[in-house]
């Protein structure tokens, strides 16, 4: 529990959220500035300030129920896809630093911007996975 953390507080009750799953471990709420109507997100209950502090255990939790959320969007709005996205530091578009998978409900043809434009193919490609294959 940090005490200078939005979603902290909303987790232990001081801030208002609307709720639509709670566990021991996890809480999923209604985002406040949503991109679709039912765009959830799903908070650990552990804070953690992004992946690179969040313990395993707590994330599978927490993406397992962002899968769950996933379906009963899929169900509730009949959409025609979900986005499960979640950002790293201010330059990923971050805004609230303790970690969280947000859930969005996606239409053909809808307005929601959350892609990028894709680069031309790399001609280094051995080089690259092999700077990132040496830290994981
Ligand atoms: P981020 O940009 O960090 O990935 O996402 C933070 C999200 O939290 C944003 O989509 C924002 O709308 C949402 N958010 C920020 N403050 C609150 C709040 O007090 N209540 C709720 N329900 N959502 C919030
Ligand atoms: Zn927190």
């Known amino acids: 529990m940090e005490d200078n953390c939005i979603f902290c507080k909303i987790i232990k009750g001081d801030i208002p959220s609307t709720a639509v799953y709670e566990d021991d ?3 999923a709420i209604l985002d406040v500035n949503p991109a679709a109507e039912g765009h959830v997100i ?3 209950k552990e804070h953690a300030e992004n992946v690179f502090s969040i313990s395993d255990e707590a994330l599978m939790k927490t993406i397992c129920v962002a899968k769950r ?3 009963a969007l ?12 979640q950002n790293n530091g201010e330059a990923a578009g971050q805004t609230v630093f303790h970690l969280h998978i947000h859930v ?3 239409y053909e043809g ?13 001609e280094n490609m051995e080089e690259i996975a092999a700077k990132i294959k040496a830290d994981i």
């Open 110 to 122: 809808d307005t929601v911007n959350v892609g990028w434009k894709p680069g031309d193919k790399p």
């Open 104 to 106: 969005i409900p996606r």
């Open 42 to 44: 799903v908070i650990p």
């Open 25 to 27: 471990d996890v809480k």
């Open 74 to 85: 899929k169900k509730a709005y009949n959409c025609d896809g979900v986005n499960i996205i």
């Open 69 to 71: 959320v996933a379906a």
